[in-house]
């Protein structure tokens, strides 16, 4: 509640100067009550009155029902303290309460305002008036009333005037009537009315709701040949539609338009609408140029501006830069509020600056300024930093703040359990909460299936999986992925595609991922012809292989011993425009070098390296393991050297390989040194590094033994 805000002797410009102070109108209510209770013989004036009841107009219809329930019961009281004063008033008073009642949903009551005006106002109802009872009607969808009204003009003689058809015009937009208000719009320009930006804006608004961009901007452009030239509203309407709908090009095109032209300039609303645009279409570069201009020109920002752009920052990774702003937020006494700082601890935490994001969440708890969101997001860090006690710390003091976790937060939890290998505990939480009817989501049943899949718990994972939709939740794609991806790991086949024919069956699309995992463990098993079989499938249903597929294919082909099917493959693959990545590079060369055609498998290295895909260490591993085993000890020795060069760091396998190549062209003075250069770079010896030693050692015994026994005999 507000203090009384009055000194013992007050006047009428007290009351309207304390009542406009108030931002909330509850508050501004409790003022003008206060007022009242302090002197009983106050008469209020006309601004008051006026100031008051537009408060209560600006009420939002999304605000908790009983807070609306609080704006109409105080309008209604306003209205009877206006009806008993007898005194006579301007229509600008009735026109308020007529608005103020059109806000909280009470068109019947707007009816009752507008019939009686002349006895509670003392006041004739003009055009004004007219077109606020017809926006009541529309506001509160009475398609009907909006007719019958409309029609009521003429038998009142009232003249429409352009402010009442842009009132119809919002009427057809809001029912999707879009042809019938371009053809309002035209038939107003016919009564030598014409439309102006309102009228254009909210037919734009419309359009762009649908996703008609082209439509949209024939109508934007058509605006200047109309005599209407667009001003900012127009362009943020148009700039903001286009980016919701992920058309980059052309809100840039409208954007680059309004800097050209010289009848509107950028507000804070259009800059807000250009940040958040770039920002959910991650053009953070563009992001920040806007934000710049914005300061150059000197926009204040608002609190959007800066929730908008930190969280720009944060995705950009520049955690720092979102910091330094937050702090300069402040500078300019424009306090973050739970969103913005939210937005910073989130950044913290993904780019794994845990320990300041901890900080600033010491700081938000100090102010405040924590919800359920902030505690989901350290959560989150907590498990991805492997602090799983801690995350757990975190999970309960939650509860002890008498937060009610919701289904992000229990998607967090699971999914955070399952991947730290707590996945007993994973399963006890999400019984506690199936028990508790706690709101659960498909991401976090999704993550215990993935979770008991990988601990090999299948017949509890199916399990889970049949019981979801008891608990309200449909499995998706993922789901289904997920499952068929356990199953076909653990060369459980069978099982894998009864869920593919259940996901089928129950109108859940397989993606590339479902063909390519399914693939992959018919491969696994060694079912080559089922693969093939299965890939046909893919084609005929639309879908293209992708580097995925290819890879499976090429490696069961290599596997098959069928190297020139692997070849043919890998020569439709480069034809269909699939640009080839390491792996199956790699699989192709491992392919061709294990079938001794090792010139072959080199002028595919050469074509890696001319395509821009580098090769990676299995590469070099894979042509030196070729050369060595076709007796080239110059080209494996050469490939060596240029991995080494080209900066990559020989793992024991690449060691082993250049042993084996040593040993077997009788170099093991060579061969001991390498070692030794293995164990100066603190790589461990594996029983085959010993294994190449010690047969290289015995096969050259005979030989230093004979070499002796003729030295003996000279």
């Known amino acids: 509640m507000v203090g009384n805000p009055f000194p013992r002797f007050f006047s009428e410009s007290h009351v309207l100067k304390a009542v406009k102070s108030q931002k909330d109108v509850l508050s501004a209510v409790s003022v003008f009550d206060s007022a009242s209770r302090q002197d009983a013989h106050l008469t209020h004036t006309t601004p008051v009155f006026l100031l008051l009841l537009r408060k209560l107009a600006a009420s939002k219809t999304s605000g908790s029902p009983n807070y609306l329930t609080a704006v109409a019961s105080h309008l209604t009281r306003i209205i009877e303290l206006i009806r008993s004063s007898r005194r006579k008033y301007p229509e600008d008073i009735?026109?308020?309460?007529?608005?103020?009642?059109?806000?909280?949903?009470?068109?019947?009551?707007?009816?009752?305002?507008?019939?009686?005006?002349?006895?509670?106002?003392?006041?004739?109802?003009?055009?004004?008036?007219?077109?606020?009872?017809?926006?009541?009607?529309?506001?509160?969808?009475r398609w009907d009333q909006v007719e019958s009204f409309f029609a009521y003009f003429q038998t009142a003689s009232v003249l429409p005037n352009l402010a009442t058809y842009n009132v119809l015009i919002k009427g057809l937009v809001k029912r999707g009537q879009l042809e019938k208000a371009r053809c309002l719009l035209d038939s107003v320009r016919a009564r030598g009315i014409y439309p102006d930006n309102v009228s254009y804006s909210t037919i734009l608004r419309g359009i762009l709701r649908l996703g008609d961009l082209e439509n949209a901007l024939d109508l934007f452009e058509e605006m200047p040949q109309a005599g209407v030239e667009p001003d900012i509203v127009c362009y943020n309407v148009m700039i903001d539609g286009l980016f919701k709908r992920g058309d980059f090009e052309k809100a840039m095109y409208v954007w680059n338009n309004l800097l050209k032209g010289s009848y509107a300039y950028p507000n804070v609303v259009t800059y807000n609408v250009m940040l958040n645009g770039l920002c959910k279409l991650r053009k953070f570069d563009e992001c920040v140029d806007i934000w710049h201009r914005m300061r150059k020109n000197e926009h204040v920002a608002d609190s959007f501006t800066y929730s908008t752009i930190i969280h720009g920052l944060c995705e950009m990774g520049n955690v720092k830069g979102a910091a330094?702003?937050?702090?300069?937020?402040?500078?300019?006494?424009?306090?973050?509020?739970?969103?913005?700082?939210?937005?910073?601890?989130?950044?913290?935490?993904?780019?794994?600056?845990?320990?300041?994001?901890?900080?600033?969440?010491?700081?938000?708890?100090?102010?405040?300024?924590?919800?359920?969101?902030?505690?989901?997001?350290?959560?989150?860090?907590?498990?991805?930093?492997?602090?799983?006690?801690?995350?757990?710390?975190?999970?309960?003091?939650?509860?002890?703040?008498?937060?009610?976790?919701?289904?992000?937060?229990?998607?967090?939890?699971?999914?955070?359990?399952?991947?730290?290998?707590?996945?007993?505990?994973?399963?006890?939480?999400?019984?506690?909460a199936?028990?508790?009817?706690?709101?659960?989501?498909?991401?976090?049943?999704?993550?215990?299936?993935?979770?008991?899949?990988?601990?090999?718990?299948?017949?509890?994972?199916?399990?889970?999986?049949?019981?979801?939709?008891?608990?309200?939740?449909?499995?998706?794609?993922?789901?289904?992925?997920?499952?068929?991806?356990?199953?076909?790991?653990?060369?459980?086949?069978?099982?894998?595609?009864?869920?593919?024919?259940?996901?089928?069956?129950?109108?859940c699309a397989p993606n590339i991922?479902?063909?390519?995992?399914?693939?992959?463990?018919?491969?696994?098993?060694?079912?080559?012809?089922?693969?093939?079989?299965?890939?046909?499938?893919?084609?005929?249903?639309?879908?293209?292989?992708?580097?995925?597929?290819?890879?499976?294919?090429?490696?069961?082909?290599?596997?098959?011993?069928?190297?020139?099917?692997?070849?043919?493959?890998?020569?439709?693959?480069?034809?269909?425009?699939?640009?080839?990545?390491?792996?199956?590079?790699?699989?192709?060369?491992?392919?061709?070098?294990?079938?001794?055609?090792?010139?072959?498998?080199?002028?595919?290295?050469?074509?890696?390296?001319?395509?821009?895909?580098?090769?990676?260490?299995?590469?070099?591993?894979?042509?030196m393991d070729g050369f060595y085993a076709k007796g080239d000890f110059e080209m494996g020795s050469k490939i060596w050297s240029q991995m080494k060069q080209n900066g990559l760091t020989p793992d024991i396998i690449s060691y082993n390989i250049v042993l084996n190549g040593l040993c077997s062209f009788s170099k093991l003075t060579e061969a001991v040194k390498l070692l030794d250069d293995a164990l100066s770079q603190s790589i461990t010896p594996t029983a085959i590094t010993w294994n190449i030693l010690v047969r290289a050692i015995l096969e050259q015994a005979p030989l230093t033994s004979s070499l002796k026994n003729d030295c003996e005999t000279l």
């Open 324 to 432: 330094k702003l937050c702090y300069r937020m402040v500078e300019n006494r424009c306090m973050p509020d739970v969103v913005i700082c939210n937005a910073l601890l989130n950044g913290f935490c993904k780019t794994g600056r845990l320990k300041e994001g901890l900080a600033w969440w010491g700081l938000m708890g100090k102010g405040g300024l924590c919800n359920l969101g902030s505690y989901n997001i350290v959560m989150k860090g907590l498990f991805e930093d492997g602090q799983v006690e801690d995350a757990l710390k975190n999970w309960e003091g939650l509860l002890e703040c008498g937060l009610c976790p919701d289904a992000n937060t229990y998607g967090v939890l699971i999914h955070g359990l399952c991947e730290s290998g707590f996945v007993t505990k994973a399963l006890q939480m999400l019984k506690e």
């Open 513 to 623: 991922v479902t063909y390519n995992t399914l693939i992959n463990g018919l491969l696994k098993v060694e079912r080559f012809s089922e693969a093939s079989g299965l890939v046909k499938d893919m084609l005929e249903k639309g879908w293209k292989p992708d580097s995925v597929t290819c890879s499976s294919l090429l490696d069961g082909l290599r596997r098959d011993k069928k190297i020139d099917g692997a070849i043919e493959l890998w020569q439709h693959v480069t034809r269909t425009g699939i640009k080839p990545d390491v792996v199956m590079y790699n699989i192709a060369i491992h392919g061709l070098c294990s079938a001794g055609r090792v010139e072959e498998a080199w002028r595919l290295f050469l074509e890696m390296t001319s395509k821009n895909c580098t090769p990676s260490l299995v590469s070099y591993n894979t042509m």
């Open 94 to 141: 009735a026109l308020a309460a007529i608005n103020a009642y059109s806000a909280v949903s009470m068109p019947q009551a707007a009816v009752s305002i507008f019939r009686d005006m002349d006895q509670v106002f003392r006041c004739n109802p003009g055009i004004r008036s007219y077109n606020a009872l017809l926006n009541a009607f529309v506001e509160a969808n």
């Open 434 to 507: 199936e028990d508790t009817n706690a709101e659960l989501d498909v991401f976090a049943y999704t993550s215990m299936i993935n979770g008991l899949c990988n601990d090999g718990r299948f017949d509890d994972a199916l399990c889970i999986f049949y019981g979801m939709e008891h608990h309200g939740c449909i499995p998706n794609l993922q789901t289904y992925n997920s499952l068929i991806n356990g199953f076909s790991q653990a060369r459980k086949i069978a099982e894998a595609f009864q869920l593919f024919q259940k996901m089928v069956g129950n109108g």
